[in-house]
């Protein structure tokens, strides 16, 4: 069964072994779209059409246009979710091997800012060690150049955050989150 944009269809839960096109099939990477803060704002519309290719339950193919990203930073493990044009949030498991590096600095950037939250008195260098642990499968280690891709995600999540804010902010560059 292959799932796509149709009324009637189920939209998952989760998917796993995803990746997202734009509409001329080309990779791209879901932090393109709007953030939503949160449930009470909607957000920005965008003309750009997304699509999360997956699988849902190990083996219900995926295809859904999505309109919006968050991500969730109190859990155990930072989450990150993307919006169907249903309107129903699709949690987000592992991505494809192949498309691990189109989405790997914003994954970095997710992932740093969950452990900053975590641990808000951090040093730099438990922090980057962290950071080495966590993607150690991919060819290049994490490091702050990273975090430069999405340094508004980083100041939007400081101003949100009241945790973030009165963090060890140093962990990220000082430019990116002033």
Request: glycine share 2%; hydrophobic share 35%.
């Amino acid at each position: 069964m292959f799932s796509s944009d149709g009324e009637d269809e189920t939209v998952p839960q989760s998917v796993a072994n995803y990746h997202f096109v734009d509409e001329k099939d080309e990779p791209i990477t879901f932090s393109v779209l709007p953030i939503q803060w949160s449930d009470n704002e909607s957000p920005e519309s965008t003309k750009k059409q997304i699509f999360l290719h997956g699988t849902a339950d190990g083996l219900q193919k995926i295809y859904k246009q999505v309109t919006a990203w968050k991500f969730e930073l109190s859990d155990a493990q930072p989450e990150i979710s993307v919006l169907s044009k249903e309107k129903i949030w699709i949690n987000l498991q592992k991505p494809r091997k192949s498309f691990e590096d189109t989405i790997r600095t914003i994954l970095i950037t997710v992932q740093c800012l969950h452990f900053v939250r975590k641990n808000p008195d951090i040093s730099r260098k438990s922090l980057w060690e962290h950071m080495r642990k966590v993607f150690c499968l991919y060819d290049v280690a994490p490091s702050e150049n990273d975090l430069l891709d999405n340094v508004l995600v980083i100041r939007a999540a400081v101003q949100r955050d009241k945790i973030l804010a009165n963090s060890q902010v140093q962990h990220v560059p000082q430019k990116l989150c002033y």
